[in-house]
């Protein structure tokens, strides 16, 4: 992660600086990078997580100048759980999350700035897969329930040439996801173990994202048919008013 950080902050240097891009209405921007993941609980959470990565992409669409909408999806990896009681090394479950989100944002700069925040409110799709217990509870059924919630989002895009911008993004989840876990008879515990264990999971995570920016923007000429259309139109609107008035 380090190395991926220092190279990040090198090409943020002001001498990495050139032609600042322009979006526009109707543009589409590409996002690929890595996100790394800081799990967060609430206090009386019973499980823990430790911190992972996974490869990111999205797109975003331009419905305004300043307003877009993306869609964010990445590449998803094995993630344990471990029951914070007993600590890191008493891992209970494993699994693999697929959290496709879309959010809507507002670009806070003009559309031709170097540096461009933003922020996103959206929605969050957790699905679960491969569910697998582990340590104490092996051999029991493991299941994690399906969610849909709130995300919130910050970013910045830094301009680096016409078409390239370096993407710093954060966001904020809070999931109503819960786990369940039956079948314990299977376990060490055997006849004396209960019917069922269900955890509150109470996971906050937090996201923090470092990406490549692609812009793909409408042809010149096409912005440029559209100009001069409006102008046209413009010009057409005065002289029916100027004829109107003199008849």
């Known amino acids: 992660m380090k190395s991926f950080l220092v190279t990040f902050l090198i090409l943020l240097s ?8 322009e979006i526009n209405k109707g543009d589409w921007i590409l996002r690929s990078g890595y996100t790394f993941l800081l799990p967060q609980f609430k206090n009386d959470s019973q499980v823990g997580m430790e911190r992972y990565g996974m490869p990111t992409f999205s797109f ?29 090394e008493a891992k209970i479950a494993s699994f693999i999350s697929l959290s496709p989100n879309a959010t809507v944002q507002y670009y806070f700069k003009p559309k031709d700035s170097d540096l461009r925040p933003y922020i996103g409110l959206g929605l ?20 994690l329930k399906k969610s849909l919630d709130p995300i919130f989002q910050a970013g910045l895009d830094y301009v680096i040439n016409e078409k390239i ?11 109503s ?23 509150e999971m109470g996971m906050q995570p937090l996201t923090l994202s470092f990406n490549f920016t692609w812009l793909f ?13 409006e102008r ?7 002289e029916i008013l100027r004829a109107t008035r003199e008849f």
């Open 165 to 175: 911008s370096l993407n710093l993004d954060v966001r904020k989840l809070k999931t």
């Open 60 to 88: 975003s669409y331009l419905m305004t100048d300043n307003l877009g909408i993306e869609f964010l999806t990445g590449i998803p990896s094995e993630i344990d759980i471990y029951n914070k009681t007993l600590g890191e």
């Open 232 to 238: 046209v139109t413009l010009k057409d609107k005065r």
């Open 217 to 229: 923007d409408k042809p010149k000429k096409i912005r440029e048919k559209r100009a001069l259309k």
């Open 14 to 21: 002001p001498n990495t600086w050139s032609d600042n891009s």
């Open 177 to 199: 996801s819960g786990a369940s876990v039956t079948e314990l008879h299977r376990t060490i515990m055997g006849p004396y173990a209960p019917e069922r264990i269900d955890y």
């Open 124 to 143: 969050i799709y957790s699905s679960f897969h491969k569910e697998k217990s582990l340590g104490i509870l092996s051999g029991a059924n493991f299941k």
